[in-house]
């Protein structure tokens, strides 16, 4: 069976804050998410090990697509000797990734990569694949821009596998089923990444899942906005308004009682392009 040029996608078309970044009130409060996560043992751990996957070498050329502040490209290259090419859509992001030493940086959108065919030995998109529109359209742009027997790397949350600790499991999977199904455009992709990979003949694919398990309410609070989903939902339709409001009871008890968690799987896909015969 043919494939769809689309992946599946909310309906809604409700976007996420790192979609447009630009267009935010305060585009430097999304500056300060990427450097509080950047911060995180969780973050550092996964972004290193993603970074694994690309088999870097000294002097090759890789391209970070959705690159942020452009830490992720000034670590590669500091620890691989490597160039890096970093883009991402949005020129706040753009303007620090320069400030912080990134030399090949530019504002660019996934969809439409101004770059040759094969011109990079890998390329690799953290945490991007769910925010954007035609997410298999950039995936193929990042096939296409590397060189046959190059590598590519994903990574992104599942937000299928989210878990939350509150009274109420029913009204907790209801919250977590809109930030899932509504909130992000591509939020139950990331375990389909192998099997996209698979179906454009890449090989030697590997697959890790690495669970993020939030004990710290602060944490979900000011870099996710946990505690504020069920009134976002609610203000769109999706909850009754006293749910919401039961919601944030039982988040609230549930960090008196010492006994709060919420958890999310990332998975991490790497392959390798095919080299015609």
Not at 29 to 47: C, G, H, M, N, T
Not at 112 to 126: N, S, V
Not at 135 to 151: A, N, S, T
Request: a negative charge; aromatic letters at 8%; glycine letters at 8%.
């Amino acid at each position: 069976m043919q494939e769809p040029l689309r992946a599946p996608v909310n309906d809604h078309g409700v976007a996420h804050g790192f979609t447009s970044v630009d267009a935010q009130p305060r585009p430097a409060d999304w500056v300060q998410i990427l450097d509080r996560l950047s911060a995180e043992p969780f973050y550092v751990a996964y972004k290193q090990r993603l970074q694994e996957f690309l088999r870097a070498e000294a002097g090759g050329l890789f391209l970070e697509v959705g690159a942020g502040t452009g830490d992720a490209a000034v670590s590669l290259r500091s620890r691989y000797g490597a160039e890096v090419v970093a883009v991402d859509s949005s020129l706040t992001m753009i303007a620090q990734a320069r400030s912080r030493g990134v030399v090949h940086a530019a504002v660019a959108d996934g969809h439409r990569l101004p770059f040759r065919a094969g011109q990079f030995e890998g390329a690799w998109a953290d945490r991007v694949l769910q925010h954007v529109t035609e997410p298999l359209r950039v995936l193929d742009e990042l096939l296409r821009v590397v060189r046959p027997g190059g590598r590519v790397a994903l990574a992104d949350p599942d937000y299928d596998t989210q878990v939350l600790d509150i009274d109420d499991q029913e009204l907790a999977r209801r919250v977590l089923r809109f930030r899932v199904d509504v909130a992000l455009r591509n939020g139950s992709l990331a375990h389909r990444h192998a099997g996209l990979l698979a179906a454009r003949g890449l090989h030697d694919i590997t697959v890790e899942a690495r669970t993020l398990a939030v004990r710290d309410p602060s944490a979900a609070e000011n870099v996710m906005g946990l505690r504020t989903w069920a009134h976002t939902a609610a203000a769109r339709g999706y909850l009754d308004p006293m749910d919401a409001d039961q919601f944030v009871n039982q988040f609230d008890d549930a960090v008196h009682e010492g006994r709060f968690m919420y958890a999310v799987t990332f998975f991490l896909t790497g392959g390798t392009l095919p080299v015609p015969s």
